[in-house]
């Protein structure tokens, strides 16, 4: 995919969304850090379903230190792997408190040495509560990546990479929303809703499912 058609389909969801969010409700960077632990193999609905129980009466790592592992599972227990995500929330906030006077670190090494924290988790906390031009490849972006031709690759890793260096730095920090969500709503794993798509006719895939709308008209200059 070429440079022009890349810088048009971020003007076109930008157009769309000019200022995406995660859908995880949060309220400080730390319960950010906790929804998107939790947000692992669950949808973004049930999670905050549990933190809006949850982070009413533990919402910082003192807190949740307090309420304890076996506290904290009678919160989560809807969701999938809820054992092993009780265990890492409580150890990471434990190492909050003793190595970072209970605040989340900005320093990418630093979100992946805590426990439960892997590179996904730590993007999306670096994007969504510090503001940096990262961008985490989940299996929505990763569809939509490769898909369109936007970038392909074999690995989230290389699909990261590729996006990170042919993405305007313009539309950076905010390229991980646009196209999670276009993943989540429009270009769905089984059957793309190719006739409701604003990047339809840009997109390089050979098996629309359907023909594309006309383009959006640009702006007036």
Same mark, same amino acid.
């Given at each position: &995919?070429?440079?022009?058609?890349?810088?048009?389909?971020?003007?076109?969801?930008?157009?769309?969304?000019?200022?995406?969010?995660?859908?995880?409700?949060?309220?400080?960077?730390?319960?950010?850090?906790v929804a998107v632990i939790l947000s692992a193999q669950a949808t973004d609905k049930?999670? /905050?379903?549990?933190?809006?129980?949850?982070?009413?009466?533990?919402?910082?790592?003192?807190? &949740?230190?307090?309420?304890?592992?076996?506290?904290?599972?009678?919160?989560?227990?809807?969701?999938? $792997?809820? /054992?092993?995500?009780?265990?890492?929330?409580?150890? &990471?906030?434990?190492? $909050?408190?003793?190595?970072?006077?209970?605040?989340?670190?900005?320093?990418?090494?630093?979100?992946?040495?805590?426990?439960?924290?892997g590179r996904k988790t730590a993007n999306v906390v670096l994007n969504t509560a510090?503001?940096?031009?990262? *961008?985490?490849?989940?299996?929505? *972006?990763?569809?939509? #990546?490769?898909?369109?031709?936007?970038?392909?690759?074999?690995?989230?890793?290389?699909?990261?990479?590729?996006?990170?260096?042919?993405?305007? #730095?313009?539309?950076?920090?905010?390229?991980?929303?646009?196209?999670?969500?276009?993943?989540?709503?429009?270009?769905?794993?089984?059957?793309?809703?190719?006739?409701?798509?604003?990047?339809?006719?840009?997109?390089?895939?050979?098996?629309?499912t359907a023909p594309c709308p006309p383009p959006p008209e640009a702006p007036a #200059?």
């Amino acid at each position: &995919m070429n440079a022009a058609r890349r810088r048009a389909i971020f003007e076109r969801l930008r157009a769309t969304n000019p200022h995406p969010t995660t859908e995880l409700r949060y309220r400080t960077p730390y319960e950010l850090l906790v929804a998107v632990i939790l947000s692992a193999q669950a949808t973004d609905k049930s999670v /905050n379903q549990a933190t809006e129980r949850l982070f009413r009466v533990a919402n910082t790592p003192e807190k &949740m230190v307090a309420l304890g592992e076996e506290g904290l599972k009678r919160y989560i227990n809807r969701i999938g $792997l809820y /054992n092993n995500k009780a265990r890492h929330i409580i150890a &990471m906030s434990k190492i $909050l408190l003793e190595k970072y006077g209970g605040r989340v670190p900005e320093r990418r090494a630093d979100l992946e040495a805590l426990p439960g924290v892997g590179r996904k988790t730590a993007n999306v906390v670096l994007n969504t509560a510090f503001g940096q031009p990262t *961008i985490a490849v989940d299996t929505h *972006i990763f569809r939509v #990546a490769n898909r369109t031709g936007l970038a392909r690759g074999k690995t989230p890793l290389s699909v990261e990479k590729q996006l990170l260096r042919v993405v305007p #730095a313009e539309f950076r920090k905010d390229a991980h929303h646009w196209l999670i969500l276009h993943g989540r709503y429009v270009c769905t794993a089984r059957r793309p809703k190719c006739g409701q798509c604003i990047i339809c006719d840009l997109c390089e895939s050979e098996a629309k499912t359907a023909p594309c709308p006309p383009p959006p008209e640009a702006p007036a #200059a």
